[in-house]
């Protein structure tokens, strides 16, 4: 019986100990992380564009979390920006740092490509603008019209993309879906971003 009792106060003691290490001290630290204070919220357009990133899955394929030089050097040598702080997620719920590499870092892809025709274009045809792309097109996204409407935003397709007749439109959700993927543009300042070792000692 008090080796049942020992057992049991043993694993009772790893459990707390788990959950102090994994669960408390992460919260606490977090709890004080400095918001960068050029960061802004999403508008209702980009929260609903961010709505069907989650429900299409691009979660799985791309990440939001370039890392430090020191850890990860190829990050920055792809042109993907500073290494991610946790004051960038404030506003993100769910977090969508990723985890799985298969197309580029998108932590930065409003700044990279800040242009609405080549994300549409890019969702239309990923290989209309990205050559040997393996990105699946999200055709769904758009809608084909004998003679687009004065209000409806049309794409320009090159050849031999396009359809052979009639013109494309985005609907909403495409672009809800570029509006949230033109809001990730991370270039303001990171005030709790560590600093490399020779700048420090200056």
């Known amino acids: ?34 918001v960068p204070p050029d960061l802004e919220p999403y508008t209702d357009q980009e929260q609903r564009g961010r709505e069907l990133y989650i429900a299409n899955g691009c979660v799985y394929c791309h990440s939001q979390q370039p890392r430090d030089p020191s850890f990860a050097p190829g990050d920055k040598d792809r042109g993907w920006g500073r290494p991610a702080v946790p004051g960038d997620y404030a506003h993100d719920q769910p977090h969508l740092m990723g985890t799985m590499r298969t ?36 055709r769904f996204m758009f809608r084909k019209v004998p003679s687009a409407d004065d209000d409806e935003r049309v794409l320009t397709i090159p050849e031999p993309f396009g359809p052979e007749t009639g013109q494309v439109v985005a609907t909403d959700d495409a672009l809800a879906l570029v509006a949230y993927l033109k809001s990730l543009d991370h270039t303001y300042p990171a005030p709790t971003l560590p600093q490399p070792a020779e700048e420090a000692q200056e």
Do not use: C
Request: without cysteine; aromatic residues 8%; charged residues 15%.
């Open 103 to 138: 197309g580029p870092d998108l932590f930065n892809i409003g700044a990279r490509q800040p242009s609405e025709d080549w994300h549409l274009l890019h969702l239309y045809n990923p290989r209309a603008v990205v050559e040997g792309s393996i990105m699946p097109p999200y």
């Open 1 to 34: 019986m008090k080796r049942a009792l020992a057992i049991m106060a043993g694993a009772a003691l790893i459990l707390l100990l788990a959950m102090l290490t994994l669960v408390v001290l992460p919260y606490l630290q977090m709890s004080t992380e400095q």
